[in-house]
């Protein structure tokens, strides 16, 4: 049984830095591991994605130069390092399992999501 479940979100300022934790349970045996966001009224879009082994990762246009996603393949977890936020970066950040990064209708396994909320 797999399950993604992701932590590390809340409200934070214009400028500052959160980390969003994703913990994998179970073997979802995908290629890739993918953060997407959904704000309201948008279509959920892929924020940044990383291979198994740790490379090559991929970043969806509002992600590059300011997230970072990485790995730790021994706790199952994949983090995505927010720096430099913005108010349009609030949304409900979701962690997918694929066997392809950043392409939403590929995803297999999905979170329930975290807020995050930038003012």
């Known amino acids: 049984h797999v399950q993604l479940v992701e932590s590390g979100g809340g409200s934070v300022q214009a400028g500052g830095s959160l980390r969003l934790s994703c913990e994998v349970s179970g073997d979802p045996n995908m290629n890739c591991m993918s953060w997407f966001r959904e704000a309201p009224g948008k279509e959920r879009e892929g924020v940044a994605g990383?291979?198994?082994?740790?490379?090559?990762?991929s970043y969806g246009d509002s992600a590059k130069g300011r997230f970072t996603i990485s790995q730790d393949s021994v706790t199952k977890t994949v983090y995505l390092q927010m720096d430099g936020l913005k108010s349009d970066d609030t949304a409900k950040y979701y962690c997918a399992a694929g066997p392809v990064c950043l392409v939403r209708p590929l995803q297999r396994f999905w979170g329930q999501g975290t807020q995050v909320t930038v003012s």
């Open positions: 990383i291979y198994a082994g740790g490379a090559p990762t």
